[in-house]
């Protein structure tokens, strides 16, 4: 059974600083790492993707990923109260080109002014 | 560019009664699409994907059913619905940028069962 992990939170962090979301994955297999941003109600909007380790930075976000460790992040810089939304981890394994991807549960962020 | 459009978005029905649930995909040709459902405090799962027409692969064994009677054409549904159908469905296809298959999601159907 292939796992995606997130703390599900909520995280709250006040506006201004950094938010920093985890996600571990069970399968040594996988080989692309999306996060998505899903406010209430609506449906999940790509916001970073990453298949390589290391970093990748774009805007206010940063996505880390270490494949020997299966862990990816999600950093947050200079969050704003509309970055309050449901974090959603997903991993696409290897051996198959169909988008199937896992996904966590997600890390419920808040945004404090 | 390429769009997605999934409608209802709001629904309520009686147990046992039939489900359908249409999504629809312009500006693209021989799309991945992608049946995901989402109930309350648990994560995406994926219940039904198509490589094309007719072309049905299910993840999960349930009581539901998608066909794909069109290219762009994707549609959910059931013959008698369960109060554990509730959920929020979501139809997504694939899409290719930098060398990477990356899932876009429709605007998804609240589906309430009573």
């Known amino acids: 059974q292939k796992e995606v992990e997130q703390n599900s939170g909520p995280l709250s962090v006040p506006e201004g600083a950094i938010a920093s979301l985890n996600c571990t994955y069970s399968d040594r297999g996988s080989q692309s790492f999306f996060w998505y941003r899903q406010y209430s109600g609506k449906s999940p909007e790509l916001i970073m993707f990453i298949y390589s380790n290391g970093d990748k930075e774009d805007g206010r976000f940063t996505a880390q990923l270490n494949k020997a460790s299966q862990y990816v992040s999600l950093l947050i810089r200079d969050s704003q109260p509309s970055d309050s939304a449901t974090y959603l981890c997903?991993?696409?394994?290897?051996?198959?080109?169909?988008?199937?991807?896992?996904f966590g549960q997600g890390t419920i962020l808040t945004v404090h002014p | 560019s390429q769009t997605i459009h999934q409608w209802p978005a709001t629904l309520v029905q009686p147990v046992g009664s039939p489900l359908s649930l249409e999504c629809t995909v312009e500006g693209t040709s021989n799309p991945n699409l992608y049946w995901y459902r989402q109930a309350a405090g648990r994560g995406l799962q994926l219940l039904f994907y198509s490589v094309g027409i007719g072309q049905i692969s299910s993840e999960v064994p349930q009581n539901l059913s998608a066909s794909r009677p069109q290219d762009r054409q994707f549609i959910l549904s059931s013959k008698k619905l369960l109060l554990s159908d509730s959920g929020f469905y979501l139809c997504?296809?694939?899409?290719?940028?930098?060398?990477?298959?990356?899932?876009?999601f429709g605007s998804g159907t609240q589906l309430s069962v009573l």
């Open positions: 997903a991993v696409n394994s290897g051996g198959t080109s169909y988008g199937k991807l896992t």
């Open positions: 997504a296809w694939k899409g290719m940028g930098t060398g990477v298959e990356k899932l876009f």
